[in-house]
Nanobody, 116 residues
Framework: QVQLVESGGGLVQAGGSLRLSCAAS????????MGWYRQAPGKQRELVAT???????NYADSVKGRFAISRDNAKNAVYLQMNSLKPEDTGVYYC??????????WGQGTQVTVSS
């Protein structure tokens, strides 16, 4: 499995911004997708955004126009820029990588709290 280390969570007021970072322990070759998921208290984990190695990017409808995902393949990293944050964005954000032949790996999660 690939180890993923997240950083950048915290407490912010509604309308504010945060940037999450996630670094993988190894370089992943071949087809892969890196992304972010979140889980709010009492709710299931849901997709936030993903970016594949061949350029496909996908966002949840609830974050389109506010969040931006990016990758730095040289650093084995993925980022999530979150703008115009809302209280409903509160949750634990998990970094994920899926790689052909390796399957899924998850980070430990980072808390994002948006106050109203």
């Amino acid at each position: 499995q690939v180890q993923l280390v997240e950083s950048g969570g915290g407490l912010v007021q509604a309308g504010g911004s945060l940037r999450l970072s996630c670094a993988a322990s190894v370089r992943i070759f071949g087809l892969n997708t890196m992304g972010w998921y979140r889980q709010a208290p009492g709710k299931q984990r849901e997709l936030v955004a993903t970016a594949s190695s061949d350029g496909d990017i996908n966002y949840a409808d609830s974050v389109k126009g506010r969040f931006a995902i990016s990758r730095d393949n040289a650093k084995n990293a993925v980022y999530l820029q979150m703008n115009s944050l809302k209280p409903e964005d509160t949750g634990v954000y998990y970094c994920n990588i899926w790689a052909l032949g390796r399957g899924d790996s998850w980070g430990q999660g980072t808390q994002v709290t948006v106050s109203s």
